[in-house]
C-alpha cells in the first residue's frame, strides 16, 4: 500500500548496504510497484470498478540466497534498518511468561485469508521453525474458488505469497500451538462477483462450520474507492459486512491492518495515494479490531533500547484516521473528542516498521529462496491474531468482539490491563498530514500497544 515514488526512496536510501545483498531491492504496496491484478479494474461485467484489494505488506528488503538471518546489530550495520527474530517479539511483548504457564494457542484456531496463496508454506514454515527452535504444526489449506496454478514469474501471485507466508510464520511464532488454515482465493480485486465478495464468502463459510475462532486479515482497499462513495451511497462496501456479522453472532474474532500509509492511502489506480486523509476497510469496519503499526527499539535479545512509537520511517507509516463511512460505534463513546461523529482506527497496534522488519523464510520464488524482511501492518495483524488466540485458549471459549473489551480495559490501570500507551510519534504520509500519538486513545496508534503477559490475563478474563 504504497507508492512508486516510496519504492525509489527506499531503494535509494538501501542503496549504501547494497553490497551485503545478493540483490537488493525494498518494495512498499503489494511488493509490486503495478497495481493487483495486473491494473486491471473490471467487474464481473466488464466494467471498470476502482476498488482494489492490496496486501497491507509494506514492502521486502530481499536478500537473495541468503542462508541464514542477520541480528539486528548485523542488520544495523550490514542493511542500515533494524531486523528482529520471533524470538525477540517474545521477549519484546512478554509473551515467554504465558508459554510457561501453557498458553501456546492450543485448541484454537486462526483463519488467514490471502489470495492466490503460497504453494510452498509447509516447507517454508518448517525451514522457519527449525531456525527459531519453534515447534511444527501443519498448516490446513483452504483453496476458495478457482485459484489459478502458482506462477512465480507474476508479481501479483509473488506478492500474496510473500503476504501469506508472513502471516503463517508470524501467527504460528506467536501462538504456536494454534491451528493455522490459510484460505487462498483466486481473484485479488474487487467488485462484482469476485475479489473481496469471494474472501467474505470464504470466511462465512468457514465460521458457519464452527472451524474460526480468530480470522486475520492483512488487506485492504480504500473506502474512497467504493463505487457510490463520492455521492454517499455506500452500498458497494456495506454489502460486503455479512462475513464480520457471521463472525459477531458466532463469536469470532476479526482483525484487520489498518494499513501503510499513514492517514492516507491508494486511489483508483492502486498506487497514487490521496493528497488528504482516508481510511481503509475493511480496518475501518466496526465490528472488526483495527490494528495499527509501531516502530520497536530492540537489540539483540529483544530487550527494548527506546519506547514504541508510532511507525513512520522512510518505508511507510501506521494507518489510521477516521472513517468515511461508519459512524462512531457505542465503545469509542469514551473517545469521541479525539474520532468525533465517525469511527476511528486503530484499536491497536504491533510491530510494523520496515525499519525493524521481520525475518521471513520463502521459497516459492525459487530466484530468491532465502530469508527476507518484511514490515507493514500486515505483519502486526498476525502477530496480534497469536495473542488473541491465547486469551481464547486461557479464557476457554471465543472471545468474539474484542472492541468493547478493549476500550473497557482502557479504563483500567496500566499494570492491571496490559495495554501500554504509545505517546510518541506521528503517521503523516506523502505529504498528508497525519495524527500525533499523544497520552490515551489517538488516531496514529489507538490505545497503544501491550505487555502480552498482562494483557492476555486482563482479556481472558482470568
Known amino acids: 500500500m504504497g507508492s512508486s515514488r ?49 496486501p497491507a505488506s509494506a514492502g521486502h528488503v530481499n536478500a537473495v540466497g541468503r542462508t541464514a538471518p542477520l541480528s539486528t546489530t548485523q542488520c544495523v550495520s550490514e542493511l542500515g534498518i533494524h531486523c528482529y527474530s520471533p524470538l525477540q517479539y517474545r521477549e519484546a511483548y512478554n509473551l515467554n511468561p504465558l508459554y510457561q504457564e501453557g498458553v501456546t494457542g492450543k485448541g484454537r484456531t486462526i483463519v488467514i485469508v490471502d489470495s492466490f496463496g503460497s504453494p510452498t508454506i509447509q516447507h517454508d514454515l518448517e525451514v522457519f521453525d527449525k531456525q527459531w527452535g519453534l515447534p511444527d504444526t501443519q498448516v490446513e489449506v483452504v483453496k476458495w474458488g478457482d485459484v489459478p496454478p502458482f506462477d512465480p514469474t507474476n508479481p501479483d501471485h509473488t506478492g500474496w505469497a510473500g503476504e501469506a507466508t508472513l502471516d503463517v510464520e508470524y501467527a504460528h511464532a506467536i501462538a504456536p500451538d494454534a491451528h493455522i488454515i490459510l484460505v487462498e482465493t483466486g481473484v485479488a480485486e474487487t467488485e462484482g462477483t469476485t475479489g473481496l465478495p469471494e474472501m467474505m464468502d470464504a470466511e462465512q463459510a468457514l465460521i458457519r462450520s464452527g472451524r474460526a475462532d480468530v480470522i486475520s ?25 455479512y462475513a464480520f456479522k457471521e463472525a459477531a453472532a458466532h463469536d469470532v474474532t476479526v ?17 497514487d495515494l490521496y493528497p488528504y486523509r482516508v481510511n481503509s476497510w475493511p480496518s475501518s469496519d466496526p465490528l472488526v479490531t483495527s490494528i495499527g503499526g509501531t516502530q520497536l527499539t530492540l537489540d539483540d535479545a529483544g530487550k527494548r533500547t527506546a519506547p514504541d512509537k508510532v511507525w513512520h520511517d522512510q518505508y511507510g507509516a501506521g494507518g ?34 520496515v525499519d525493524g522488519g521481520a525475518w521471513t523464510y ?21 502477530i496480534f491474531s497469536g495473542v488473541v488466540a491465547l486469551a481464547d485458549q486461557l479464557a476457554g471459549r471465543r472471545l468474539g468482539q474484542l472492541n468493547w473489551r478493549l476500550y473497557g480495559l482502557d479504563l483500567l490501570p496500566k499494570q492491571w490491563s496490559g ?25 496514529a496508534s489507538g ?11 486482563a482479556l481472558a478474563g482470568r
Not at 38 to 47: D, F, R, V, Y
Not at 422 to 442: E, H, P
Not at 452 to 457: G, Q, T
Open 255 to 271: 482483525l484487520a491492518s489498518s494499513g501503510d500509509n499513514g492517514a492516507t492511502d491508494a486511489q483508483e489506480n492502486g498506487s
Open 6 to 54: 516510496t519504492l525509489r526512496r527506499a531503494l535509494a536510501l538501501l542503496a549504501v548496504g547494497a553490497t551485503a545483498l545478493a540483490a537488493g531491492t525494498v518494495s512498499t504496496g503489494s511488493t509490486s510497484a503495478a497495481p493487483t491484478a495486473a491494473g486491471a479494474n473490471a467487474n464481473a461485467a466488464g466494467q471498470r470498478t476502482g476498488v482494489h484489494v492490496r
Open 362 to 382: 520463502e521459497s516459492y520464488d525459487p530466484a530468491r529462496a532465502g530469508w527476507h524482511l518484511t514490515g507493514g501492518t500486515s505483519e502486526a495483524a498476525p
Open 217 to 241: 486479515q492483512s488487506f485492504g482497499a480504500t473506502e474512497n474507492t467504493f463505487p457510490g462513495f463520492a455521492k454517499g451511497d455506500f452500498s458497494s462496501l456495506t454489502n460486503l459486512r
Open 320 to 353: 489510521g484516521g477516521v472513517s468515511g463511512v461508519f459512524e462512531r460505534p457505542w465503545y469509542q463513546a469514551g473517545v469521541a473528542k479525539v474520532t468525533g461523529n465517525h469511527r476511528g482506527t486503530p484499536d491497536i497496534s504491533m510491530s510494523a516498521a
Open 419 to 443: 495495554l501500554v500507551d504509545v505517546t510518541t510519534g506521528d503517521n503523516s504520509w506523502d505529504k498528508v498530514t497525519g495524527y500525533q500519538a499523544t497520552k490515551g486513545y489517538d488516531l
Open 447 to 457: 490505545l497503544g500497544t501491550i505487555d502480552a503477559a498482562r494483557f492476555v490475563h
